[in-house]
């Protein structure tokens, strides 16, 4: 049960868009629609912005929103703010009630 | 309010033995599966086990099975993590999170404040 490939770090200006990919195999992102993503600040814990590929929890921002392709998922925020600089994870249901994380990515707002 | 509440910062020394708690609240604790999952110092996430605190089923992922034990009172709305021999490599944040009922194992819509663990002699 390996880690889903997550790029190390991405960047963007405010206003614009960005993309964050997920790969994993057809274990687990390419064999369910069950792939989340959580937002999470410097010392603080995670936080659900997608969860079901592409859905948002009540209270978080429209600028999210998700996609999966194959056995990648994306996660994207549009009209980047400087409060969306973070770390985020997507996790994927593996199977077995078993999941796994992505390595993880640093969101830098320029 | 939904929450759940994590049990204090522990330092002990490698070799001793560990039990951090998971306090449940403003839920039907026993109905919602109970996740963990490790933070290291400066690293990723890392899914350790899940537990349903109604019949205290369990899951482990295969990096963690046989190195921790997870186990739940449903009396006192509470999950818990432990170790019987702490390792100096154990030394992380450890977070609990709720398993939302209208999705997957994936979705973790409530987490603790997590719990930071530190091994060291």
């Known amino acids: 049960q390996s880690a889903l490939t997550q790029p190390a770090s991405v960047s963007g200006s405010p206003g614009q868009s960005i993309t964050i990919s997920c790969t994993g195999t057809?274990?687990?992102?390419?064999?369910?629609?069950?792939v989340s993503w959580y937002q999470q600040h410097p010392g603080k814990a995670p936080k659900l912005v997608i969860y079901?590929?592409?859905k948002r929890p009540s209270g978080v921002s429209i600028h999210f929103s998700g996609s999966k392709s194959g056995n990648t998922a994306s996660l994207t925020i549009s009209g980047l703010q400087a409060e969306d600089e973070a770390d985020y994870y997507c996790?994927?249901?593996?199977?077995?009630?078993?999941?796994?994380f992505g390595g993880g990515t640093k969101l830098t707002v320029l | 309010e939904v929450q759940l509440v994590q049990s204090g910062a522990e330092v002990k020394e490698p070799g001793e033995s560990l039990k951090i708690s998971c306090k449940g609240s403003?839920?039907?604790?026993?109905?919602?599966?109970i996740g963990w999952v490790r933070q290291m110092p400066g690293k990723g996430l890392e899914w350790m086990g899940f537990?349903?605190?109604?019949?205290?089923?369990?899951t482990y992922s295969p990096s963690f099975q046989g190195q921790v034990t997870i186990s739940a009172d449903k009396s006192i709305n509470t999950a818990y993590l432990q170790w019987s021999s702490l390792k100096a490599s154990d030394t992380a944040i450890y977070y609990c999170?709720?398993?939302?009922?209208?999705?997957?194992?994936?979705?973790?819509?409530?987490w603790g404040q997590g719990t930071v663990v530190t091994a060291s002699s």
């Open positions: 079901d590929v592409s």
């Open positions: 537990i349903f605190p109604g019949d205290s089923a369990t």
């Open positions: 999170a709720r398993v939302y009922s209208g999705s997957s194992f994936d979705t973790f819509d409530i």
């Open positions: 996790c994927s249901y593996a199977g077995s009630s078993t999941v796994v």
């Open positions: 057809s274990s687990d992102v390419g064999g369910y629609n069950y």
């Open positions: 403003g839920y039907s604790f026993r109905t919602y599966w």
